[in-house]
């Protein structure tokens, strides 16, 4: 019988899942403000692998895309202001960079992450490729995540638009409180020309820029 590999030795670097090699300091939020702190489980966490789509390719003779493997959770947070708000995060252990070469150091974050998120929910961590099935003893089991903020500008329309992504998942303990951070989106709202000559915000009476929605 073959050997099976050992999933987390394949990484750069220690996949301990320690806050230190997996939290990023949060830059801001969407509608939750940056900086908060809220209480949060999972309620559904899978695996996607591609592979079907992958196989299918192969045997009609075309070339396969590339498909990266990875992990969705869906949380939600159970306490606080937001309570009820439910978060999505998607855990990339198969990162590619721009280029579309593997990103090993966002990898080794990545795969710290999900070895994180299974040791504060006590779920037995495989040596193997963990599956859906391993993860089902991830759910609803109360972490305290940090919520940060994406924004993105869509090149045809001029249009930004924000969302969520978890920056920290940190246990959670008897005496948390949550917190309700300040920093909320730069663009909220906005359009900007599509050439980029231009901007549709304008200036305000009290000579501050507002965009003119």
Known sequence: MEQQQD???????????????TNVESMGFDSIPGGSLVPMLASEATFTDNQSAIDHANQNGYQAPTFEK????????????????????????WKFDSKGQPDQKGRTRQA????????????????????????????????VGGVALWENKNARTGEWSNGNWVSSIDPIGADFEPVTGKVVPKHDGQIDDVDGTASTVSTAADGKKKPAW
């Open 7 to 21: 999933f987390w030795a394949q990484f750069e670097g220690n996949v301990d899942g320690s806050a230190e090699a």
């Open 112 to 143: 710290n992450m999900l070895r994180r998120i299974m040791l504060l929910t006590e779920c037995p961590i495989p040596t193997s490729v963990p599956q859906t099935s391993d993860l089902a003893a991830c759910l609803n089991k109360p972490v």
């Open 70 to 93: 990875f992990y969705n959770f869906k949380w939600t947070v159970i306490g606080g202001d937001f309570e009820k708000r439910v978060i999505f995060q998607k855990v990339r252990p």
